[in-house]
Nanobody, 124 residues
Framework: QVRLVESGGGLVQAGDSLRLSCTTSGLTFTARAMAWFRQPPGKEREFVSVIFWSGGGTAYAESVKGRFTISRDTAKNTVYLQMNSLKPEDTAVYFC?????????????????WGQGIQVTVSS
């Protein structure tokens, strides 16, 4: 059974840092892409960042570029999102997602496997 489990969220102040982790199990496709999305209160789910499991290439939303860093540990089957210089507008539920057959875009519909989500709240 494929599972994605997020951890590391919480309540922080503006300017602080957090590191989210997404531990995967049951995923065997090395061509997969792993992504982070977020859903702010009252808004639609939006793309944050993606990493390609084979090769480690990355991409970011403009709103987080230069502040967030996505990485992976292939031995631990874990994806990380290091979030620095957090802003109140980063407040959202953050989701880890997987596209087992490779990258096909940054819309949520391109990802078939999702974690349960984790809350990140940034106070001003």
């Amino acid at each position: 059974q494929v599972r994605l489990v997020e951890s590391g969220g919480g309540l922080v102040q503006a300017g602080d840092s957090l590191r989210l982790s997404c531990t995967t199990s049951g995923l065997t496709f090395t061509a997969r892409a792993m992504a982070w999305f977020r859903q702010p209160p009252g808004k639609e789910r939006e793309f944050v960042s993606v990493i390609f499991w084979s090769g480690g290439g990355t991409a970011y939303a403009e709103s987080v570029k230069g502040r967030f860093t996505i990485s992976r540990d292939t031995a631990k089957n874990t994806v990380y999102l290091q979030m620095n210089s957090l802003k109140p507008e980063d407040t959202a539920v953050y989701f880890c997602a997987a596209a087992p057959n490779g990258f096909s875009g940054v819309s949520p519909q391109s990802y078939s496997i999702w974690g349960q989500g984790i809350q990140v709240t940034v106070s001003s």
